[in-house]
């Protein structure tokens, strides 16, 4: 996909600046029920919102030149699919998934309650957002996964204040902000720049597990697997393997596979995987000693390539 409306909301970005725009930051503590984190805006001085500002410009100008000489693609959000250093994935969260809900409670910002540096609250930081506000258009917001790491409070480190020509231990909290982003909410599309971190902030292992029954189901009713049982509970162990699954059931070929053309594979590559019964009752044998070879197989991801002829064994792959 070109994605041309986000390219043109990039090109709008480029006049942006305090004359025209304001900036509020909030952070983001995980919620007690471990669904949708509690939001919580910061009271910034003057200077210190500035400097946010700042930081939001540069990244919105950095990605708008970068995405428009080439030097990053655009693609697709893949969950299962690696991310390379090159690549900006694009998402369209869906209605009710964790980043939709965070951003529809973004865009109520001013009923945000204030955060009151509390350690219930300061405990359970997960992400802080970067929130843009432009009179007649849409907010953008930039997400940044927060680690205890930037509380200089919670270090071991004795931690240092030289002022006046003398050094002295600084007991209140401090809160470190770096110029990195991970993810940015623009014209309904969330631009990601460190995948990895994009799932760790929208709680994805999380809703990998409430929807590892359905992806399970779906994947056995498109397969007849034999030693099933085993396959679920291996799958359920293991949220490395659930990811790949739920990007397996995403493929729009999943329903095309067939026994005739896994088995096909399986004879081609001489693969440790086998097919057992007859007629209606034949499945594919899931053998845990093989679970990654298994996984590959009905992921198709045994490939050949039509100009040299070498088959490879893929760990992702984009459609085009």
Same mark, same amino acid.
Request: aromatic share 8%.
């Given at each position: 996909?070109?994605?041309?409306? +986000?390219?043109? #909301?990039?090109?709008?970005? %480029?006049?942006? &600046? @305090?004359?025209?725009?304001? =900036? *509020? !930051?909030? $952070? ?24 946010? +500002?700042?930081? #939001?410009?540069?990244?919105? %100008?950095?990605? &708008? @030149?970068?995405?428009?000489? =080439? *030097? !990053?693609? $655009? ?246």
């Amino acid at each position: 996909m070109t994605y041309q409306a +986000l390219r043109t #909301a990039l090109t709008g970005c %480029r006049t942006i &600046d @305090s004359t025209n725009a304001s =900036v *509020n !930051v909030c $952070l983001a503590a995980r919620a007690a029920n471990g669904t949708i984190p509690t939001l919580h805006r910061l009271q910034l001085t003057d200077e210190l919102a500035e400097g946010f +500002l700042t930081l #939001a410009t540069d990244t919105l %100008r950095r990605l &708008d @030149s970068d995405v428009s000489n =080439v *030097n !990053v693609a $655009l693609e697709t959000y893949d969950a299962a699919t690696p991310q390379d250093k090159h690549e900006v994935e694009v998402h369209i969260p869906s209605a009710g998934s964790t980043p939709h809900a965070v951003v529809a409670a973004l865009d109520d910002f001013p009923q945000l309650p204030v955060f009151d540096g509390t350690g219930a609250t300061v405990n359970k930081l997960i992400f802080y957002v970067v929130a843009i506000q432009r009179p007649g258009q849409s907010p953008i917001y930039l997400f940044r996964k927060y680690s205890k790491t930037k509380e200089l409070g919670r270090s071991r480190k004795l931690v240092t204040l030289f002022s006046g020509g003398t050094f002295d231990k600084i007991t209140e909290p401090v809160f470190i902000f770096d110029e990195l982003i991970d993810a940015m909410w623009v014209e309904g599309h969330m631009v990601i720049f460190n995948k990895d971190n994009y799932q760790r902030i929208f709680q994805f292992f999380t809703e990998v597990l409430v929807h590892a029954q359905s992806t399970l189901d779906q994947i056995k009713a498109a397969i007849p697997i034999e030693n099933a049982g085993q396959f679920e509970q291996d799958c359920k162990g293991n949220p490395v393997i659930l990811i790949k699954l739920r990007g397996i059931a995403s493929r729009n070929y999943l329903s095309n596979l067939t026994l005739a053309s896994l088995e096909a594979k399986i004879q081609a590559r001489s693969l440790p995987i086998a097919i057992n019964g007859t007629g209606a009752n034949r499945k594919l044998v899931y053998d845990p000693q093989q679970k990654w070879k298994f996984l590959r197989l009905i992921d198709d991801g045994f490939l050949s390539s039509d100009m040299t002829g070498t088959h490879y064994e893929v760990t992702g792959k984009r459609t085009q």
